[in-house]
Structures are given as C-alpha cells and as structure tokens.
C-alpha cells in the first residue's frame, strides 16, 4: 500500500477560504487586518516569498505594506521604522524578512517588534508563550506543519515524534507543539548518532534539515505520518525535500509532498496570526 499524499495546497486554500471570510467580517465592524512586510536588501530568494505574502494578504482582504529599503539601510533606521510600524493603528502585524544583511542585528530587530504584532513568531515573548503553553503567535511553518498533521485525523496523545532538525523558528517550536498535543518528542540533530533507530520508532516524523534523502523507505515505521519541510535542488535542479518521496511513499501512512506540502501552509498561516492579532486589537 502506497501512502495517501497530504495535499499542502488544498489545505491552504481551505484556511485561507475561511480566513478572507473572517477578514471581510471584521472589516465590515471597522478593523481591516493589516501587515506590515519589511524587506532589507536584495535577496532574491526573499524578493520572491515577500512577493508571496504580499500577494496572500491582498487576496484575503488584508491591507497591507511593503516596505523595501537598500542593504546600506543602518540599524537604527530599521528599528526607527519597527518603532513607527509598532504605533501605526492600521497595522496588525509585522514581518521583517530574513536574512538581514551583516551590518544588522537580527535579534535585536526581532526583539523590537512589539509582541502582540509578531505575527512571525520569533519573538522570545512568543517562542516563551509556545513554551509555557500561553497565549501568543506560533510559527507558521511549524504551525502549518501541526495543521496538515491534524488533517491526517490521527491523535497524537502518547505517539512517538520524532522531529529532525533543531533551528529556532522551526525545529525547536515544531518539538513544542507536539508536545502540547502530548506526543512523546524525540529531537534529532546533526550530532545526533543513529538517526535511523530513532524514526523507526516514530509514529510521526518532521524534517527539517535541509539536505535532501535524510529520510529514506529503510527509515520508516510503516504507516507513519512523514512531514517534509526541506526546500532543497537536486543535482538536475528540482525542487525537492528532505525526505526521498518516492521511497518513503511506499512504507509510510502519510506523506506531504515538495512542493505543494508544507510550503503553501507557510504563508497561510501567517494570514491566520495576521487575523488573529487584528481581531484580538479589536476585541
Ligand atoms: N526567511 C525565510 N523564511 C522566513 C519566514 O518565515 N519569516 C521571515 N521573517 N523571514 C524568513
């Protein structure tokens, strides 16, 4: 039996579906949501997701600012325009795009955007909201990632997770909310000694690493849910994850596809924290 494919796309457009309809709700009671992009440099990876989210936040109803600056921009004028963004009443929350470049302190900037507005989820008041359980934004990948685990109908109560990777915005929150589900978390790194024995066990497995076949079919429990948040190029080019598709397809419960899994879920849910914000400054 092949794995029944997580469909990112159809999920996505289900959420956002939902979230134009609460948008155009709120609107019509006077709070249009409203995000604040803010793209440092010239990034070509970054130009494109900003373009995305942009995009995303027009189609839900959203109003929303792209603010561009060049790569000389200095620090202090970066958190002179958070400090102003912070104040601005139109604005719901605020994204500042990563990477910044050298000169710039990216914590520092992160810790400036008011907490209520980081609809990211990089503040440390929201990765200390995720870790004790109280109410604060959630990063989206992972988020997103906890939403197409959910689709799938299966109650992590007591299964074994097993996440891969251990990076601030994704891997280490990603271990977080499964937790707060009451699964049983395993998080494995690059010191880790045999990854293998672990996702054997793993009635979930998460990676994030980004290095394309770490998961292979030899690695998988049969029946598992399999969640590939890689963004990687093969040697011909193709986008592809962290885990080898067509391998782990034909041991593994579920499995999200690249593209057209996590990815899509990514922008969607910053829609979702975006709302959120707005409504809880209306309330
Ligand atoms: N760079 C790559 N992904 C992201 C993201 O989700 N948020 C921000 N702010 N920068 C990124």
């Excluded at 959203?62 to 958070?82: K, N, P, Q």
């Amino acid at each position: 039996m092949t794995a029944t494919i997580i469909d990112g796309n159809a999920l996505a457009a289900q959420l956002r579906a939902d979230v134009a309809r609460r948008t155009a709700e709120l609107t019509a009671r006077g709070t249009q949501p409203g995000l604040a992009v803010v793209l440092v440099g010239e990034d070509p990876a970054s130009q494109v997701y900003v373009g995305k989210k942009v995009q995303a936040c027009a189609d839900a109803g959203f109003h929303s600012v792209l603010e561009r600056y060049g790569a000389d921009l200095t620090e202090a004028d970066l958190l002179g325009r958070i400090a102003a963004l912070n104040a601005d009443p139109r604005i719901h929350g605020i994204l500042v795009q990563l990477p910044l470049p050298k000169h710039i302190d990216a914590q520092k900037v992160i810790a400036a955007i008011a907490p209520e507005k980081d609809v990211d989820g990089f503040h440390v008041a929201s990765a200390g909201a995720l870790l004790t359980g109280t109410p604060g934004f959630w990063s989206c990948t992972p988020y997103g990632c906890m939403k197409l685990i959910e689709s799938t109908g299966i109650d992590l109560r007591g299964k074994h997770a097993v996440v891969i990777g251990r990076s601030n915005n994704v891997g280490k929150p990603m271990a977080l909310m499964l937790l707060q589900k009451n699964a049983t978390v395993t998080v494995c790194h690059s010191a880790t000694a045999n990854l293998k024995h672990h996702t054997l066990q793993a009635d979930v497995i998460v990676a994030a690493v980004g290095r394309q076949n770490t998961v292979t079919a030899d690695m998988v429990k049969p029946g598992a849910v399999v969640i590939d948040i890689g963004m990687n190029r093969n040697a011909a080019g193709k986008l592809c994850g962290d885990v080898d598709f067509e391998g782990v397809k034909q041991v593994a419960g579920w499995i999200t596809p690249v593209p057209g899994g996590v990815g899509p879920m990514t922008v969607t849910m910053l829609l979702v924290n975006t709302l959120q914000a707005a409504e809880r400054a209306a309330a």
